[in-house]
């Protein structure tokens, strides 16, 4: 029997610094207005092919969404893949990422806009996505954020097609910081509940475009106020 995962290690909030400090965004819903990954995987459905695959799996799907919408998705995810390999799905995401980024009303400028303050005052930027990685890395680099560093959700290679390997939502960023040796932050920027661990751990949590029952609804968990901020 494997052991049991272990829980990631509690980061402490962070008291405010001067100079350079370590600032964390989350991706969609911050950087971009939508959920790409949930886009991308639209797509992927857009055939009538895709489609019937979907249909065996339907009376499973109805039966663990109300208890598991994050394995419902898992399933989702793994049909929407079905037979794409590693380097086909490379080139459809990076192929989508292209495209997206010429659409219209994508992005929200002033994250664009803030994030870029970030790096020019010295701030080491990371951002922490439950997107997958290659499709946020390409979005960064279609976005001229080539060097911004990215924690991200992740694929692997498995037969029949590729298969979610890491969801990076909720308490999983806290483990991804930890792994890549970030143990402290002083400002975090997310748009929901699941970014409640990582907004409790800095000493500036900010909630972005969040409505004022999300915005109670995080103050309570984090025990005290949160800065807002709208952006567009």
Known sequence: MPAPEQAPPQPVASAPVAGPRTVLFDFDGVITVDDTFARFMRERYAGVGRKLLLLPVVPW????????WRLG?????HV???GVGERRYRELALDFASRLVRRPRQFQRDALLVLRRHQAGGDRVIVVTGCERTLARGLLDELGLP????????????????????????R?????????GVSAWQRAYGDSVLDIPMLK?????????ASPKLCKLVEKAL??????????
């Open 80 to 82: 929407g893949l079905l």
């Open 147 to 170: 060097e911004i560093e990215l924690l991200a959700s992740e694929l692997v290679p498995r037969w029949p097609g590729m298969r979610v390997k890491r969801h990076n939502v909720g």
């Open 201 to 209: 751990a800095a000493a500036e949590p900010v909630l972005v475009n």
């Open 223 to 232: 025990g005290r106020s949160i800065e807002r901020v709208a952006w567009y």
């Open 172 to 180: 999983r960023k806290l483990q991804s910081l930890a792994e890549a």
């Open 73 to 77: 998705v898992r399933t989702l995810v």
């Open 61 to 68: 799907l109805l039966l663990v969404w109300p208890f598991s």
